[in-house]
């Protein structure tokens, strides 16, 4: 008797469509050839999620949008009980690529829509979900806020004091497309078994081991942190350096030693200065302030902890010596969280029955997987992406490497949803 | 028989009047209390310069705007031949305060008006200036634009192509105050013997050193210089430290060896980073390049030649060894100007002659007399400036000190002008 996979190789996947699906929901938001600059709730985003709630039409499963604005894409279970869930999100940054999300929809749509054709209906319920807003591209202080809203994490006063540069606040971007702020708490889930997320891999890890996909043991802690140094401004010509208050010179050291530090650990521990501003900002003046973040990250609790600790005394001892007064906010703070064992075995058994070899890796990237983690078991796939490049139109994964993706993801939702 | 400066300090100067009109003129674009606002052909300098040649013809001078627009009042000698000139600019930062500029022209008009009141007319002729936008505060690419006039340094094309934040062109606002930029090459002067600025120190070395004013030795030679290290943007979670190309690494770097530079040459020498752009600015992105610029100055030329070459070694070495491009394009290179010798010992003998003990040093600053040193000697006299601050509403000089430099200037040109 052939296994599943073997029958799903044989005649279930029309790689031509898939490569056209791609192509086609890469259209809405395209910019700059193969790039997509998609934020939430915008008309592009809204014909995005309609497309993908046509095609999951097409393919007989039951479509909704919940209260926030996910989209989900259902087959009921012979059985009752909690669904086995699968997606991801396709708001993009502004100019992402056609990758960053919206590989993880497809892939799901995909990979239940060919599960159903050649099996029918599942034990389990099986689900497809769009997230909606993962990145916070248009709404800065809004990421994973689909995702938030089905683990029950939105204050509703956010609805009010979100807002994109344009001053409109979510509430009413919500309202403009047709879902009501008001309502949002109703998104919340409980009857979830199981979330898988597959997602390009953002980084060069899997080109440099020249394998496909990998197995995601767990997400990051990441951790942003707003950090001002503070001295005196004063002319740049006129004020001897022996006695500058000079926060430039604070700033500069603190870089150097966050970064060598990071070096030091090795991976998977980054540490990253990518946002920078001083006041003034003028040549000829020596600053009186300079705010930058520092964005440090570890998969393991333990070593991120010592990390953050290690930045807390360089930035005091820095601030001390030279004299600069020193404000730190985290502005972002989301613990590790590690991928469950039994889901990573699951796709580690598909992966080894579609012949297709594996690696495991944290992810240093922030996913909604990460907020799903609260009501349910979670694991990762994660697909090879050219030069590890996100983020950028650049973003591009081959079809071979998409489709060992999505075999063994619909593996893994085979062997959890239709296995007796 | 008394001295010159016996017969000034016994009856002409009145501190009470002085006082006042340092608040009259700082009223022009006054602003934060004690601030000035006041840029080149706005309404605010245009009211500020009325104001200056009323004083003048209220002194008896003869008062004419040339075509760029710097006021002149003068007093003709008895004998033909070059003029003995003293002044400064009016225009100011945004925010800067009443003294930076505006207290070298108030000097000369009350030194000029006494002198002329106490001895009449002057061999030379004698003549006060009030140039127009020294600072390049609205129009940042037109710093000196009225001295620059006076020595020919003007290329016409310049009134359309410098323009202010707000797209309009300087020949445009000079036009919008009844000054006509086709004429501009007629500010051109060859008839000037000698020029002495006073201006506020702008740094705390007269307030170490307990004086209240120091003749300028020369001006420091100023380089900006533009500085862009690209490296590879990337995600700041999943691309691992040992393969990344971050400029911010770099750039760090950069500021941490220059500015260690400066500080083990000592003073003279100083190097600011005052501005820096991320490109892009984002908390979890590493940036694809950083743009910065090194202002960096010496007074003398040689130390100053050294200190552009370790510069440039520093940058290469940098962005070399970290695999980043770079960049760079000088943006202001003005070389150092030294005082003329026979000025300096004016104004030395004046100030010992008014019992009023003075230092040398050099200007770290950039000012008008580096320009006007292309067409005549110059000198300058600097007034202690409260804990070294300018360009801010915080500028500010006692009376005491204010009436110790007019004295001493107008000691100075009493020995140029009158003295047989």
New interface residues.
Partial sequence: MMNKLDKLNNFEFDVQKIKHMVDQLGSFGGCLQTGVSRTAYSSEWVLAQECIAKWSRDAGLNVRFDTVGNLWARIDGTERGKAIVSGSHIDSQCPGGRFDGALGVLSALIAISVLKEAYGSPRKPVELVSFCEEEGSRFPNAGFWGSRAIVGKIDPNDCDTVIDSSGESIGNAMKSVGFDPIRIAEAKRSDIAAFIELHI?????LEDANLPIAIVSGI?H?R?TKVTLTGD???????????RL?P??G??????RV?DH??KL?????????????D????????RSVTF?I?A?HPDPTCAANLFETHKKILEEIAARRNLSLETMV??DLPACLSDHNLMQSIELSAREAGIKTMHMA????HDAQQMSEICPIAMIFVRSEG?????PEEFSTIDDIMAGIKVLAGSLYDLAYKM
Avoid: W, Y
């Avoid at 401004?233 to 006695?243: E, K, L």
């Avoid at 700033?251 to 150097?256: D, I, K």
């Avoid at 590890?388 to 950028?392: E, K, V």
């Fill in positions: 891999e953002q980084g060069p890890i990051t990441i942003q401004s004063n002319h740049a010509g006129a004020f001897p350096m022996d006695i000079d430039m010179a700033f500069a050291e603190v870089v150097t970064i990071a070096q090795g991976r998977p521990a980054v540490t990253t200065i990518g946002k920078c501003v001083l003034p900002n003028g040549a000829a003046i020596i600053p973040t964005d990250r502005q972002i992810s240093g990237a922030g590890g490049r996100s983020h950028t």
